[in-house]
């Protein structure tokens, strides 16, 4: 039996909880290593977790250990650090905190994500003044169908809010076309038991989209309506 971090099990194996991984033992026969579960965003990144006895008595030449936990008080990690390294500084041993070592892992991860947050960011800004464009272009198209709204007696308020309704009906459809496009993309990671969906940080950006789109609804519709659409239709 074996435990290893559950992104090494999924990406860097190609397995999944439950497959068996084939080895040689130090004879030669074969060694059958089950994968019993997985591990969420450890420091074991790139290791297999197995009992020491059983390592021992298949593979009984190795000698010691060449990474070890080392538990002691949280607030003295400093002082422990350096004690140990100054006794065993003939054997080369250096001590590493746990937050970094996982900081060390996530680096790449976080650099990938960052660089797709600020691609996304981009897409977004561009997204939404192009919005702002075709609605200027889609009020300027519709200007004899207002008019004639105003002239048979519409009020304007009501006019505006028919407008507001029709984009803003665009504009959720659009989010929610967009929103499951991206849970399909991330289907994969949904599924594995080590990913976490950051719930609040989606709701966040979601609302921001939702507002920054109704910026672009409002005020071109507000523009469309302070012009004299009556004016308009008598020179249709």
Known sequence: PAYADQTVITWGLGKSVGDTLLYHDEKG????????????????????????????????????????????PSGKQP??????????RDYGMMTTPPFERLAAFNSVENTYLSVFMMLGGLGVIIGTIGLGIVLL????????QLA?????????????????????????????????????AILPS????????????LVVILILIFVNGLFWIYFPAKAAMRRNLVQVLREE
């Open 29 to 72: 026969k074969l060694l059958k290593v089950k994968l019993m579960g997985g591990l969420d965003n450890s420091i074991f990144q790139g290791n297999l977790l197995v009992s020491d006895s059983l390592f021992r008595l298949y593979y009984p030449s190795v000698s010691g250990s060449k990474i070890m936990l080392i538990n002691g």
């Open 79 to 88: 002082e422990v650090s350096v004690v140990l390294e100054n006794i065993f």
């Open 137 to 144: 272009q889609n009020m300027n198209e519709r200007r004899q």
């Open 148 to 184: 004639l709204y105003q002239a048979i007696g519409y009020r304007q308020q009501f006019i505006l809010k028919l407008l507001l309704s029709e984009y803003i009906f665009i504009l959720l459809s659009g989010i929610l076309i967009g929103l499951l496009s991206a849970l399909t």
């Open 190 to 201: 949904l599924l594995s038991p080590a990913f976490q969906l950051p719930k609040v940080y």
